[in-house]
């Protein structure tokens, strides 16, 4: 069974960081992109970062570029994606989902090439 497991969100202050993680088990997902994706109340599903199988390649969204990283750790049961969100903004506030891309046919962006969505972690920032 694949499952993906969110942690790390909270309220942080504008300029401050946190550390989003995400342990992922089941399906060789070692092998695949894993994704990090936001949703603000009232809008949809927004891609924020993507990263390769191998963790060689990354890949933001305009809006995070420079301010966030994605980094993997591919364990033997276990495959931990990790998001280190820097320099953080009002408009970064969201629940933040992780998810594996396994369906052709979509970009590395598009929440239509992902499946197996976690349930999610809340990212507050407010002074």
């Not at 309220?11 to 946190?18: K, R």
């Amino acid at each position: 069974q694949v499952q993906f497991v969110e942690s790390g969100g909270g309220l942080a202050q504008p300029g401050s960081s946190l550390r989003l993680s995400c342990a992922a088990t089941g399906l060789n997902l070692e092998q695949v992109t894993v994704g990090w994706f936001r949703q603000a109340p009232g809008k949809g599903r927004e891609f924020a970062a993507g990263i390769s199988a191998s963790g060689q390649t990354t890949y933001y969204s305009d809006s995070v570029k420079g301010r966030f990283t994605i980094s993997r750790d591919n364990g033997q049961n276990t495959v931990m994606v990790y998001l280190q969100m820097n320099i953080l903004k009002p408009e970064d506030t969201a629940v933040y989902y992780c998810a594996a891309r396994t369906v052709a046919g979509y970009g590395y962006y598009s929440s239509q090439a992902y499946n197996y969505w976690g349930q999610g972690t809340q990212v507050n920032v407010s002074s």
